[in-house]
């Protein structure tokens, strides 16, 4: 069973500040089918990324994902206010179908 | 708009059994499949189950097959948990998701809260 890594668990930035988070496979993610989510206190989370890249409507152009294989990033390439949540990757395949990660708290420094 | 209501959670004692509800609208609901995700209080998401567009074929994680059963009934737009022999580590919110072809689960509802508890 394939298992997702965030790094780091927490992430503490400034406004205006780049981020990068990591989340690393335990196996090769069939056709980069990695995705994204944002996640904020007491809201469901929310699409970001799916397809390694591919932003999700509604996300500015700031957001942006990238790898293959076993390595992808969430990049965020000046932090908003509204940009401090709790981000997961999760990979679609099989057995089971979908697995998250555990998950990267990103917080205002 | 896509909008995914949850619905029938509570406070169940251990080895118990609820029946939670998810009532979709603003999309063709039967031809999309459908998710559970629990996410434990501060903790973060777990994957449940899914099922097909019509029902004939669904996946569960391992920590609840054989006690949770998914299902839908396409005619009235829901999706459906039912949670047999609940035990304390179920206690979550719960939501359910669309499956999107892209594939990721593309919508989700705001969650219905699960308490396994004496």
């Known amino acids: 069973e394939i298992v997702l890594t965030q790094s780091p668990g927490t992430l503490s930035l400034s406004p205006g500040e780049r981020a990068t988070l990591s989340c690393r496979a335990s196996?090769?993610?069939?056709?980069?089918?990695l995705a994204w989510y944002q996640q904020k206190p007491g809201q469901a989370p929310r699409l970001l990324i799916y397809?390694?890249?591919t932003r999700a409507t509604g996300f500015p152009d700031r957001f942006s994902g990238s790898g293959s294989g076993t390595d992808f990033t969430l990049t965020i390439s000046r932090l908003e206010p509204e940009d401090f949540a709790v981000y997961y990757c999760?990979?679609?395949?099989?057995?089971?179908?979908?697995?998250f990660g555990q998950g990267t708290k990103l917080e205002i420094k | 708009e896509v909008q995914l209501v949850e619905s029938g959670g509570g406070l169940v004692q251990p080895g118990g059994s609820l029946r939670l509800s998810c009532a979709a609208s603003?999309?063709?609901?039967?031809?999309?499949?459908m998710s559970w995700v629990r996410q434990p209080p501060g903790k973060g998401l777990e994957w449940v189950a899914n099922?097909?567009?019509?029902?004939?074929?669904?996946y569960y994680v391992d920590s609840v097959n054989g006690r949770f059963t998914i299902s839908r009934d396409n005619a009235k737009n829901s999706l459906y948990l039912q949670m047999n022999s609940l035990r304390a580590e179920d206690t979550a919110v719960y939501y359910c998701?669309?499956?999107?072809?892209?594939?990721?689960?593309?919508?989700w509802g705001q969650g219905t809260l699960v308490i396994v508890s004496s």
């Open positions: 998701a669309r499956d999107a072809g892209v594939p990721s689960l593309d919508s």
């Open positions: 603003g999309f063709t609901f039967s031809t999309y499949w």
């Open positions: 099922v097909k567009e019509d029902g004939s074929a669904n």
């Open positions: 196996q090769s993610v069939t056709n980069n089918y």
């Open positions: 397809g390694a890249s």
């Open positions: 999760q990979r679609y395949g099989s057995s089971p179908p979908h697995t």
